[in-house]
């Protein structure tokens, strides 16, 4: 396998097999996991900010929205509009986030009871495999979704489809699906690398133990 330069979000050899001896190590989290590449650091950095402050704002929003209700016996009228935009910001950021330290839920049952092996990585490869089919399918309906809302009805940027009551543009909620799954998407695709070149690795050591 060629070596590619870094700095540009790609991984050499040595760096696969630095984030097989994380993912494997046992008893530490993957939630440790630091950014090492210069993409890493600004993308991490921006999902951290964007799931930070949408926290604090939606978190502020809600209480603000309950005081209005039951104390001052009022309506906070229109506040979901906000509140739907800051969660769903919040969402798909932090699944980026999530993205990145590989602490998504996924069925690796059958794999965490097998020997280390071809069979292991071969399993780890194939569910890879569906994991960024799956998501590449949501990233371009969430393409289609954001440029529909974008151009609107007739494509032409006129009557864009709005919120009730602040007219909120529907592709402020339709851009953080289509980011977050482009993150995913990337993510993913990046550790379905290093799978497949640990796969490689195991086919050769296998095949010189046989020879």
């Known amino acids: 396998?060629?070596?590619?330069?870094?700095?540009?979000?790609?991984?050499?050899p040595k760096d696969f097999e630095q984030e097989e001896k994380v993912a494997d190590e046992s008893g530490e989290s993957t939630l440790t996991r630091k950014?090492?590449?210069?993409?890493?650091?600004?993308?991490?950095?921006?999902?951290?900010?964007?799931?930070?402050?949408?926290?604090?704002?939606?978190?502020?929003?809600?209480?603000?929205?309950?005081?209005v209700r039951y104390i001052v016996q009022g309506d906070l009228y229109g506040y979901d509009e906000w509140a739907k935009l800051l969660a769903i910001w919040l969402y798909f950021m932090g699944a980026a986030y999530g993205a990145f330290n590989e602490s998504h839920v996924t069925a690796?049952?059958?794999?965490?009871?097998i020997r280390d092996g071809v069979l292991r990585r071969t399993l780890i490869v194939l569910k890879d495999v569906v994991s960024v089919g799956v998501c590449l399918l949501y990233l371009w309906c969430g393409y289609d979704f954001f440029f529909f809302a974008l151009r609107g009805p007739l494509?032409?940027?006129?009557?864009?489809?709005?919120?009730?009551?602040?007219?909120?543009?529907?592709?402020?909620?339709?851009?953080?699906?289509?980011?977050?799954?482009?993150?995913?998407?990337f993510y993913l695709i990046k550790y379905f690398l290093r799978d497949l070149f640990m796969l490689l690795r195991a086919l050769r050591k296998e095949g010189k133990e046989t020879v």
């Open 35 to 67: 950014p090492h590449t210069p993409v890493d650091k600004i993308l991490v950095g921006s999902f951290s900010i964007v799931c930070f402050w949408t926290s604090i704002l939606l978190m502020l929003l809600i209480t603000a929205a309950t005081i």
């Open 155 to 185: 494509g032409t940027g006129i009557a864009i489809p709005t919120t009730s009551v602040w007219r909120i543009p529907m592709w402020y909620y339709n851009l953080a699906v289509f980011m977050g799954f482009a993150f995913i998407s």
């Open 1 to 12: 396998m060629g070596v590619v330069k870094k700095g540009v979000g790609m991984m050499e």
């Open 108 to 113: 690796d049952l059958v794999v965490a009871f």
